[in-house]
C-alpha cells in the first residue's frame, strides 16, 4: 500500500498524537498537518501565567517546539530537535488562543530547518522559533513497502 505524501503525513501525526502526553496534557490541538509543515493550537490558561500575568515564555516554547516536531516528522522518519532558539516579540495573556504555525525552510539528508510563527487570535505575532531537526534510527508506520 503506498500512502501520498499528505496521507503519510497525516498517519504519522495521528501515530505521534496517540503517544504524545505532554501535548495533550497541555490541551493542546492539533489543527492541520501536510508534509513538512503542522499548525497547533493553545489556549493560554491561568496556570500558565507568571507574577506578570502574561503567558511564561516556557508554555509558548512548549507549543512551537511541538508544531516543530509534528512538521519534521510528517516523512515516517522518527526526527528529535537538534537544537531550537526562540525570539518573544509580544506577550501572550490568559484566555488567549495561541498558534503556531510549523514550515520546513530546508531539508537534507539527516537534518533540516523549520520556522515556526506564534500568533493570537488576533493574528499578531507573539514569538518567532527555529528548530534544527535530526533524523534518528525507527520509523513512525511499519515498513509498508514489505506488503
Same mark, same amino acid.
Given at each position: 500500500m503506498t500512502l501520498t505524501p499528505q496521507e503519510l503525513a497525516q498517519a504519522c501525526a495521528d501515530s505521534m498524537w496517540a503517544q504524545d502526553? &505532554?501535548?495533550?496534557?497541555?490541551g493542546m490541538v492539533l489543527q492541520s498537518v501536510a508534509p513538512g509543515q503542522a499548525v497547533i493550537t493553545m489556549k493560554v490558561m491561568r496556570d500558565m501565567t507568571n507574577g506578570l500575568k502574561t503567558c511564561h515564555g516556557g508554555f509558548i516554547f512548549t507549543l512551537a517546539d511541538s508544531?516543530? @516536531?509534528? @512538521?519534521?516528522?510528517?516523512?515516517?522518519?522518527?526526527?528529535? &530537535?537538534?537544537?531550537?532558539?526562540i525570539t518573544f516579540l509580544a506577550p501572550g495573556f490568559e484566555g488567549d488562543v495561541l498558534t503556531a504555525s510549523a514550515r520546513k525552510i530546508w531539508k537534507q539528508g539527516r537534518s533540516g530547518i523549520y520556522d515556526i510563527q506564534v500568533t493570537n487570535q488576533s493574528g499578531q505575532p507573539v514569538a518567532e522559533f527555529r528548530g534544527h531537526s535530526r533524523t534518528v534510527k525507527g520509523t513512525h508506520l511499519p515498513d509498508m513497502s514489505k506488503e
Open positions: 502526553e &505532554a501535548t495533550n496534557g497541555l508544531a516543530f @516536531a509534528f @512538521a519534521c516528522n510528517t516523512y515516517n522518519q522518527r526526527t528529535v &530537535a537538534q537544537m531550537a532558539q
